[in-house]
């Protein structure tokens, strides 16, 4: 009912612009000619048919896509040759092109934006009117008002008053100006202060003045949705650095390891999740949508493998040497990364996104909050509580926390200390696999991918707190954010400069971290 409304709204705003009767798309198309004349009669009849198929009839028309042939009007789509009147396929070479003037084109360009305007497709009404924000077009000032009057939808009506409203500054009636101004103030973007720092420069008084209070109106909007972002962005950044260090938080935090080689293990989860994907392409092409969520056990489990046998063949005849496990694991990185090489080449793979991770959230023209790093949020969360569990609710993280207390009296109680090392270095690997899925999903994945992780997550480590989950918390999520808001200011380079110096001053004060560790261990 509210769409029949809109269309009777419309028919009379356009009244004045529009033939006095409508023609079907069907007879029109039937006695179209290839004349300039006929096509200039038929595009003005189009545009009052209000039927979908004059809209995709006239973008073809003025694509070039249309032809005439033994009595049809014929319209190329792709490789495909469609009738224009049904749409029905048909064989053979197109036909003879129609003769475009320039009076048909402008009469095309017309019809499109009323058709566009008016279409019973709230996505097509609203690209429509985006459109004509971005680049306003006075000759559409008509339709542009006439579909102002009849549209319900309030994020179409948002796209056309920004639209109007650049049309309208031009205007000699002062009092339209105004209104524009004050439009521009409430809702404008960016790009118009260029359009009214003249305005706000000239002689006019009550102008001058309307278009500089709009002006910085605009722009402390535009600050608020800048310092959002980077809140936004500081917190995925910081959920990548969390992933990344959360690993290292169980290794060397809980274990005293070390570990050079825990980049390794990312990389290993992103190369997992690549594998996965292919095999997704290959052999279940359509539910490749899901093979994200294939890709999680394979990663973890053949990074918590890794691990397992780095420790149970080095590391664990290297513990209370640190420098020697340094070297080692050292060692051990290059390793992996060769190896990788070897086996996938030097050249960065692509991992793609599944469907539902594609794309982003508008919410300003100059703003997209992407799917991948909502989910990479949500995710490290995920992952997060899964530790906590693990490690306060399970057997597994009680013998944890006791070897980590006090090992002598574990291994007194009966806990097999050896192995609940190899089973924690496994955990902490498997971990760090989750976090290479999520890397693998906001940028290309190479055999370098771990290096440029190793030294943020030990750095988010030992600002945390060496042990403490919620110091890795608090680490990750203060650099992701604290970095993301010095960027604009500083620079990617000077930024991570002054956030270095930051932390070795903060450790210099504190050594201990943000969440110092209590028991036994410390006390030794």
């Known amino acids: 009912m509210c769409r029949l409304l809109r269309f009777l709204l419309l028919a009379c705003a356009l009244g004045s612009t529009l033939p006095a009767f409508a023609v079907s798309f069907d007879d029109t198309i039937t006695h179209l000619g290839a004349d300039p004349q ?9 545009a009052a048919a209000n039927d979908p198929r004059a809209l995709i009839f006239l973008e073809a028309l003025r694509d070039g896509r249309v032809s005439f042939r033994d009595g049809e009007v014929l319209i190329k789509d792709g490789d495909t040759l469609k009738r224009a009147r049904d749409g029905v396929a ?21 019809a499109l934006t009323r058709l566009q305007l008016t279409s019973p497709d709230r996505a097509v009404r609203l690209a429509a009117a985006t459109a004509f ?18 549209e319900i939808d309030q994020e179409v009506i948002h796209a056309l008053r920004l639209a109007l409203a650049p049309i309208e500054l031009q205007s000699e009636d002062r009092g339209k100006r105004l209104a524009a ?13 260029a359009v009214l720092d003249p305005i706000a420069k000239g002689d006019d008084a009550e102008l001058a003045t309307a278009a500089r209070s709009a002006i910085d109106a605009i722009t402390d909007r535009q600050w608020f949705r800048d310092q959002a972002g980077n809140l936004f962005y500081g917190l995925s950044l910081g959920s990548v650095l969390l ?13 005293g390891v070390i570990n050079m080689a825990h980049g390794e293990l990312l990389m290993i989860g992103a190369y997992a999740t690549y594998v996965v994907q292919n095999l997704f392409r290959s ?41 020697e496990t340094l070297l080692a694991t050292f060692g051990l990185s290059l390793m992996l990364i060769q190896t990788v090489r070897l086996i996938f080449g030097a050249q960065n793979v692509e991992v793609a996104n599944p469907s539902w991770l594609s794309g982003g959230i508008q919410v300003t023209a100059q703003m997209v909050l992407p799917y991948n790093r909502i989910a990479t949020v949500i995710f490290a969360f995920a992952v997060l509580a899964a530790v906590w569990l693990i490690f306060q609710k399970t057997r597994l993280g009680l013998r944890v926390r006791a070897v980590t207390q006090n090992r002598g009296m574990a291994a007194a109680m009966g806990i097999d200390t050896r192995r609940i090392d190899a089973m924690t270095f496994a955990l902490g690997a498997g971990v760090a696999g989750l976090g290479g899925v999520a890397l693998s999903q906001l940028g290309n994945v190479s055999p370098d991918l771990g290096q440029a992780r190793i030294v943020d997550s030990f750095m988010v480590v030992v600002l945390g707190g060496v042990g403490k989950l919620a110091g890795a918390v608090a680490g990750g999520m ?19 400069i002054v956030l270095l110096g930051f932390i070795i001053l903060f450790i210099q004060k504190r050594p201990q971290g943000l969440f110092a560790l209590k028991g036994r261990a410390v006390e030794g």
Do not use: Q
Not at 90 to 110: K, Q
Not at 478 to 496: H, Q, S, T, W, Y
């Open 38 to 46: 006929s096509l200039r009669s038929a595009v003005g009849e189009l």
């Open 90 to 110: 048909v064989t053979g070479e197109p036909g003879s092109a129609p003769l475009l003037n320039n009076a048909v084109r402008r009469g095309i360009d017309s």
């Open 133 to 150: 924000a971005d680049r306003p077009v006075r000759a559409a000032e008509d339709s542009l008002r006439a579909a102002l009057a009849a």
């Open 181 to 193: 101004i004050r439009t521009l103030a409430d809702e404008g973007e960016p790009r118009v202060i």
């Open 243 to 255: 992933l990344a260090a959360l690993g290292l938080a169980i290794t060397f935090g809980l274990m």
């Open 283 to 323: 052999y279940l092409p359509g539910a490749f949508d899901w093979y994200l969520l294939a890709a999680l056990p394979v990663a973890f489990l053949a990074a918590a493998a890794v691990g397992w046998l780095l420790e149970r063949l080095v590391l664990r005849h290297l513990y209370g040497r640190p420098l």
């Open 478 to 496: 203060g650099l992701g954010i604290v970095n993301k808001f010095l960027e604009p200011a500083m620079g990617a380079v000077l930024g991570k």
